[in-house]
């Protein structure tokens, strides 16, 4: 690879859009990947994130745009380019009655064509069952696997050919806390040793926030935010809930100063509070404030605007009065 080629992000999307029919689903979609990135793609049911992927796997044409992986434009990519992408479906595409093992050998050769002096392709068999926790099912037939193991077998298969880009659709569904652990771990080793691109979907933004260098969340088919965990959770750092009981009365008020509004409250109120409570805002508050943004049609994500703690006190002194 030239210093050119490496330079180069894995993934460009610019201005993408879609329609089936005459419902638009993209509207101007644009990001990029860096080569061994892992990006995470969030947003509600129906958001366009599948769309996305299939996209860019070459599984769907687009209406409109650029979108270049590894280069190439899915629309065009020849089987060499697709040798150098890995995917894992939504959707499970049965094998029932092949053994484990053998099914994984037997999809593994047809990448050996493309193997590299850089990239031996396929994996080996035993390695690829460790890594993803799959050895004691080695002889079973697929059709004997449990769910959580044919999502297990789902991961294997689209890594067996040791992609360069690897697509994973809600990966973890299905999966016990532990799996989803192991994979979590799998997901590191892949970008972290082996360079591999990872641009993931997941509806569990502890997923996300643990597993993606960067978060990108889409909602009605538009980009709401294109962060790092750090930057979601530093704009998550100025919001909070605070919760007290005053005169067997619950009061609930946000803030971005709780320290602030506290002191406020106790001098105000002083030994009368009772049962307080400070809740961080989490980073699905802030996913849930972009998106309803997003949804209610307004511009500009980010948090909503928050009670400011002087009204709150006056509010908690009007109510006492
Ligand atoms: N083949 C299709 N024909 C018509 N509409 C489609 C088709 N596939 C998806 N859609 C619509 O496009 C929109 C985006 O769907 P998509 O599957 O990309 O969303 P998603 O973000 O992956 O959702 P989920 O989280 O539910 O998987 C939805 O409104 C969906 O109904």
């Known amino acids: 690879m030239s210093a050119d080629t490496a330079a180069e992000p894995a993934i460009e999307v610019t201005d993408l859009r879609m329609s089936y029919g005459s419902t638009i689903v993209l509207h101007g979609v644009t990001f990029r ?38 280069g190439t434009d899915p629309a065009h990519g ?16 049965d094998h029932a009655k092949w053994p484990v093992r053998e099914f994984l050998a037997h999809y593994g050769s047809l990448y050996a064509p493309y193997s590299t002096e850089r990239i031996t392709r396929p994996r080996d068999v035993d390695e690829l069952l460790e890594a993803v926790g799959l050895t004691e099912q080695a002889g079973r037939r697929v059709g004997q696997l449990s769910g959580g193991q044919r999502r297990r077998l789902d991961v294997a298969i689209g ?15 299905g999966f016990d806390p532990e799996a989803r652990q192991e994979f979590h771990a799998l997901v590191r080793r892949l970008a972290e040793v082996e360079d591999t691109t990872i641009l993931l979907t997941t509806h569990d933004l502890d997923e996300a926030e643990r597993l993606a260098d960067r978060i990108v969340i889409l909602a009605r088919g538009r980009i709401v935010a294109d962060a790092t965990p750090e930057e979601l ?16 009365e619950r009061f609930t008020t946000s803030t971005r100063t709780p320290t602030r509004f506290v002191r406020e409250l106790f001098a105000a109120h002083g030994a009368d509070v009772d049962k307080l409570e400070v809740r961080r805002a989490t980073l699905e508050d802030t996913y849930l404030a972009m998106v309803h943004a997003a949804e209610s049609g307004r511009d500009g994500a980010g948090l909503p605007e928050l009670g400011a703690p002087r009204a709150a006190v006056e509010r908690v002194a009007e109510v006492s009065s």
Request: charged share 25%; no cysteine.
């Open 159 to 173: 890594i067996v050919g040791r992609p360069e880009v690897l697509f994973l659709d809600e990966p973890t569904v």
């Open 78 to 93: 020849h089987e060499s380019w697709r040798a150098r992408l890995g995917v894992v479906l939504q959707s499970w595409r």
């Open 33 to 70: 990947v860096a080569r061994g990135e892992v990006v995470a793609l969030l947003g509600p049911n129906g958001a366009g994130k599948t769309t996305t992927i299939e996209i860019l796997e070459g599984f769907r044409m687009r209406s409109a745009g650029e979108v270049r992986v590894l």
């Open 233 to 248: 959770a530093r704009q998550v750092e100025t919001g909070a809930e605070v919760r007290w009981i005053r005169d067997g």
